[in-house]
């Protein structure tokens, strides 16, 4: 079976644009969540979504938003970057929602801003 | 507040030794908490899941431990190996969903 994948891999944006992160779950798999990963804060929750619903959202600023579409891929957007937005952004996949089920992370997206 | 502690600094074993790494937790009443390994660059790898009303769970070489009284979860790997060397996370469920709050992570480095 194949992992999670994300597009793409490695990110170079200046302050002020915006970006679009791609996540693709494991196939069978409903949820996917997103997660900030940075040296600093370590790895910390932005969202989760769950049969096309925004299910959960971390303590991040509106600028951060995501959606998922009918075959449970998903994206995230990050609008006016700031440098501090320089990151590895995880996504993560499981079965279902709220069952405790393991998660299965992708390999990651490390934006840098500058 | 919330908080999940790891241990703080890196943890060095000789190869063959048990290494025994620490997650504590304050304010939290969680119904499990799971255990993942990260390595340089990749997105972290589950490993056990244990649940409150369990107090040890096996996999291979690892064990893990779950006090919900001292709030503390005590994760080992038996016999370790130079391939065991990575950064272990715990999580904990917070907020409902699929919604985890990890820990800071341990780093362990296993010497020949």
């Keep these: ?114 | 507040s919330q908080k999940i502690e790891q241990n703080s600094e890196a943890l060095n074993i000789q190869e063959g030794k048990t290494a025994t790494l620490t997650c504590n937790y304050t304010n939290y009443s969680p119904a499990y908490l799971q255990w993942y390994r990260q390595d340089p660059g990749r997105g972290p790898v589950f490993l056990l899941l244990i649940r409150e009303n369990e107090k040890e769970k096996r996999k291979e070489r690892l064990k893990v431990t779950f006090d919900t009284t001292l709030k503390q979860s005590l994760f080992h790997i038996t016999a370790s190996q130079p391939a065991d060397s990575a950064t272990y996370l715990c999580a904990l469920p917070t907020g409902g969903g699929n919604k985890l709050t990890f820990g800071t992570g341990t780093q362990l480095k296993v010497e020949l």
Aim: with cysteine; glycine share 10%.
């Design chain 1, 1 to 114: 079976k194949a992992g999670v994948t994300q597009t793409p891999r490695y990110l170079i944006k200046t302050r002020g644009q915006q970006v679009t992160l791609s996540c693709s779950p494991i196939s069978g798999h409903r949820s996917v969540s997103w997660y900030q990963q940075t040296p600093g804060q370590g790895l910390q929750f932005l969202f989760e979504y769950f049969s096309e619903t925004q299910r959960n959202k971390g303590n991040f600023p509106g600028r951060f938003s995501g959606r998922q579409f009918s075959n449970s891929r998903s994206e995230m957007n990050v609008s006016t970057l700031e440098l501090g937005d320089s990151a590895l952004y995880l996504c993560a996949s499981s079965r279902t929602s709220g069952d405790s089920y393991e998660q299965y992370f992708g390999p990651g997206t490390r934006l840098t801003v500058t």
